[in-house]
């Protein structure tokens, strides 16, 4: 005859740092290893004489749970997605032509600021965002030394903030 007591209170850590690997979850984590160990204590008598370690079976059992739990959760995502695309094409293209004027906007305004840059900023900016230069080959092709340029790009940087932060965007 198992002792559930003992069994429980030696295997709960156990578990619980075992299924902290699959999900963030604290609570449905909890939900899944109890679960399992009712699934066990209803079964015990069928499992009892077929199961030869109790706590690998526990393991996969739990790993069982915490999936079958996704899969419940994705179903259920599904349905919302499923009644969230029921929604009007005349909302969708609102929502589109919202969204353009807003990306419209917002690309005006990084122009704007992007312009208040000095030439050398810009450039650095340009080289670095736009053409995925490193800061080596930024060096050379502006002629000046890698703590130059790692200066130079924190000012422009903290200048873009500035200027972003006096919109509010």
Do not use: W
Not at 98 to 119: C, G, I, M, W, Y
Not at 121 to 129: E, F, K, N
Not at 137 to 151: L, T
């Amino acid at each position: 005859m198992i002792d559930f007591t003992r069994l429980y209170h030696k295997n709960i850590d156990s578990l619980y740092a075992f299924g902290a690997r699959f999900t963030t979850d604290s609570e449905m984590l909890k939900d899944c290893i109890q679960d399992v160990f009712v699934k066990f204590y209803a079964k015990r008598d069928d499992l009892e004489d077929s199961v030869k370690n109790i706590e690998n079976y526990l393991y996969i059992s739990l790993r069982n749970r915490i999936n079958d739990e996704f899969r419940r959760n994705a179903r259920l995502c599904d349905d919302v997605i499923n009644d969230n695309n029921m929604r009007s094409v005349a909302e969708t293209e609102e929502y589109n032509n919202e969204r353009r004027e807003r990306q419209t906007a917002l690309a005006t305004s990084v122009e704007k600021f992007f312009d208040k840059l000095s030439p050398r900023q810009r450039q650095i900016i340009r080289l670095y965002y736009m053409e995925q230069r490193k800061y080596d080959d930024i060096c050379k092709i502006m002629g000046i030394n890698y703590q130059s340029v790692r200066n130079l790009m924190h000012r422009s940087i903290s200048r873009l903030r500035e200027y972003a932060a006096q919109v509010q965007l």
